[in-house]
Each structure stands twice: as structure tokens, then as C-alpha cells.
């Protein structure tokens, strides 16, 4: 059965702490990305990184990194919390989309609240 | 630029009958995969269907199927016979050639009344 496991369910953290968001995929998938979950909005893009070392912004980024260092890992890194990033953070990995179904799958979520 | 565009926030629909959410998309490439998936409470993300914008045929899964109008650049997911446990966030979501993110919409919340 395929897998994307996020290390935590629920999150809660200090402002100014620096926290640590961890995304591992067993599915050998080039592709993962870190998307942000608001209501109203839907999935906003925070990163994304097609292969390992390499990433790329996506449309919010500010506030935050990401590191990949294995293929299998994607790190979301708030450098320093804030009230405003309360939210749903979900990781998702694919293929490499080459025109055929590729669909992202995805973990189970962390609900981050920061007081 | 990439966008979807769901323009029904909630929907409601009584068990066993159909239900049509809406979805509009834009992109200029012509290679693109439409998506949708079922957020429950719960809130992991569940993969319902696939439709490829070469293929010719709407493609179906079960109760769900994609009503895809390319020159419209439409692409309705239909529920069939709904049931209580399709109570959730829907969200359509397209990939094109011209990079590998996924875009989201943001999203339609369907109640199913008994």
C-alpha cells in the first residue's frame, strides 16, 4: 500500500519557535510538494521539489523552507512561527507527470496552531 | 497562468439522488490532467477521478464520472445515487506540461440529507 506519512497529526507551538514539518514517501516518486489548506482558499503551494536538493517556490513561500536531502524526505521549515501560519499543512509526492495520469497522494495532514 | 475555479462553496443534495460540482479551468497548454478529490472531516485527501485532456471518452469510476467539455474548458464531477458518507470537501485540481505542481481549486463542501 502505497505511503506518504507526516510526523504529526496536531502541532502546537510558540511564536517564534522554529518548527519542523516532516514528509516521508515510500512510493520512490521524483516529485513532493507542501501545500498550506485555509478554508475559503483551498490548497495553496507553499514548495515543491522535483528531485533531491532541488526546490522550487510556489505561491506562498514567505516564511518558509524546505529541505530535501533524500528522495524520500521533505522537510517544511517555519523559521519563525507565527500566529498567521495556524493552519493545515499537507504533503503530497507524484511521478514525474509525463501526460498520463499522475495523480498526487497525499498524507494525512498536520493542523498547526500557533499561540 | 494555471487556475481552477469552483464557483459553489456548499452544495446540498437528499441520499440517492445525483449531483453535478462544478469546475472551470484555464491553462494554455494543450497536454493537461484534470483531478478531483474527496476531503472527509477527517481530512485526508482521496483520489476519485482522472480525465486526460486527449481522451476522447469522460471518464468514470464507479458513482463518479467527469463531464468534461474541453471547449468550455469545463470539468464537472458527477455523483450518482449519492450517499450520506459522500458528505465531504470536494476539490478540483489540474496538472499541466508546463510545470509539475498541481493547482487547486478552492473547493465545494457537499452535505447529503437523509
Known amino acids: 500500500d502505497v505511503k506518504v506519512t507526516q510526523s504529526s497529526r496536531y502541532l502546537v507551538k510558540r511564536t517564534g519557535e522554529k518548527v519542523f514539518l516532516e514528509c516521508v514517501q515510500d512510493?520512490?516518486?521524483?516529485?513532493m510538494f507542501w501545500y498550506r489548506q485555509d478554508p475559503g482558499l483551498g490548497l495553496r503551494l507553499i514548495y515543491f521539489?522535483?528531485?533531491?536538493?532541488?526546490?522550487e517556490k510556489g505561491d506562498i513561500p514567505e516564511g518558509y523552507s524546505v529541505s530535501r536531502e533524500k528522495k524520500e524526505r521533505f522537510s517544511l521549515i517555519l523559521e519563525s512561527a507565527s500566529t498567521n501560519q495556524t493552519s493545515m499543512y499537507l504533503c503530497?509526492?507524484?511521478?514525474?507527470?509525463?501526460?498520463?495520469?499522475?495523480?498526487?497522494?497525499f498524507g494525512q495532514g498536520t493542523r498547526l496552531t500557533v499561540v | 497562468a494555471q487556475k481552477i475555479t469552483q464557483t459553489q462553496p456548499g452544495m446540498f443534495v437528499q441520499e440517492k439522488e445525483a449531483v453535478t460540482l462544478d469546475c472551470t479551468y484555464d491553462?494554455?497548454?494543450?497536454?493537461?490532467?484534470l483531478f478531483w478529490y474527496k476531503q472527509p472531516s477527517s481530512g485526508e485527501m482521496i483520489f476519485l477521478i482522472y480525465?486526460?485532456?486527449?481522451?476522447?471518452q469522460n471518464a468514470t469510476e464507479g458513482r463518479y464520472s467527469l463531464n468534461f467539455q474541453k471547449a468550455r474548458k469545463s470539468a464537472n464531477l458527477v455523483i450518482s445515487a449519492s450517499q450520506l458518507g459522500d458528505s465531504a470537501m470536494y476539490f478540483c485540481?489540474?496538472?499541466?506540461?508546463?510545470?509539475?505542481?498541481?493547482?487547486f481549486g478552492p473547493g465545494t463542501r457537499l452535505s447529503v440529507l437523509p
Open positions: 503530497a509526492s507524484s511521478p514525474v507527470h509525463r501526460g498520463s495520469n499522475t495523480e498526487a497522494f
Open positions: 512510493m520512490d516518486h521524483e516529485n
Open positions: 521539489s522535483y528531485d533531491v536538493k532541488m526546490k
Open positions: 491553462t494554455s497548454d494543450p497536454s493537461y490532467g
Open positions: 480525465q486526460g485532456s486527449y481522451d476522447q
Open positions: 485540481a489540474m496538472r499541466d506540461g508546463y510545470g509539475q505542481n498541481f493547482v
